[in-house]
């Protein structure tokens, strides 16, 4: 049966660096990748839910599929991973907790409000 790793943390924390390292024979999802375009990254908040449904959709795609899958996306809140849980499949969740530079260009205090409010698993 197919695994799903589930990856949680704030950004600079290194998801997807641990997700890349640690299962590189895992089919990568992350919401982040709605918003790659040609000319690179393009974020746009009010796509954000859209950008998470799609995730959702990929990973358990790939799953039915057959194939592992790890998921690298901020999983904040508790509730986050809920959609992925109810899957069925069984399910690692791993918490990224290093300092890397972020790449998104998300702001400090945005960062800072996201790890007050991060609920441990």
Excluded at 8 to 37: M, N, Y
Excluded at 41 to 68: M, P, V, W
Aim: aromatic share 10%; net charge neutral.
């Amino acid at each position: 049966m197919p695994e799903l790793v589930l990856i949680r943390g704030v950004p600079g924390s290194g998801k997807t660096t641990l997700a890349k390292s640690r299962f590189p024979d895992h089919i990568l999802c992350e919401a982040d990748q709605f918003f790659e375009a040609v000319n690179g990254y393009e974020y746009d908040r009010s796509r954000i839910a859209e950008a998470h449904e799609d995730c959702l959709r990929r990973t358990k795609e790939h799953l039915e599929a057959g194939n592992d899958v790890v998921v690298a996306n901020t999983f904040i809140r508790l509730w986050e991973m809920k959609a992925y849980k109810k899957l069925g499949f069984p399910c690692r969740i791993i918490k990224a907790d290093g300092n890397y530079p972020n790449i998104h260009g998300v702001p400090d205090e945005t960062v800072e409000l996201m790890r007050r409010r991060f609920q441990e698993h």
